[in-house]
Nanobody, 125 residues
Framework: QVQLQESGPGLAKPSQTLSLTCTVS??????????WSWFRQVPGKEREGISC????????YYKDSVKGRFSMSKDIAKNTVYLRMSSLKFEDTAVYYC????????????????WGQGTQVTVSS
């Protein structure tokens, strides 16, 4: 059973950098059949996928609104996936979720079975 736990500082100012951590248990994040993703959700709106890494082929996806500002990375020894968010904007305020899925679905939108509980990020001056 894959378990995901997000954590990170909840508050940042516009233009600042903030990193979120997704601690994974139940499977090694280096396992080739898995993909790891970050989503976010604003109240009243659908949850949106903002980034994904597929371990099997190195495929990486970033939503246009975060491309060039956000980046995913992983620490295999710590079994942890990170989301570094720079040049933060007010509209980045949301609950951020870590998610995972296996092949053949990988980074396919709507296919993720395993989710963390989410962590709030607020961008405010």
């Amino acid at each position: 059973q894959v378990q995901l736990q997000e954590s990170g500082p909840g508050l940042a100012k516009p233009s600042q950098t903030l990193s979120l951590t997704c601690t994974v248990s139940g499977v090694s994040i280096a396992t080739a059949s898995y993909a790891w993703s970050w989503f976010r959700q604003v109240p009243g709106k659908e949850r949106e996928g903002i980034s994904c890494i597929s371990i099997s082929d190195g495929y990486t996806y970033y939503k246009d609104s975060v491309k060039g500002r956000f980046s995913m990375s992983k620490d295999i020894a710590k079994n942890t996936v990170y989301l570094r968010m720079s040049s933060l904007k007010f509209e980045d305020t949301a609950v951020y979720y870590c998610a995972s899925e296996q092949l053949p679905y990988g980074c396919t939108p709507g296919a993720f079975r395993w989710w963390g509980q989410g962590t709030q990020v607020t961008v405010s001056s």
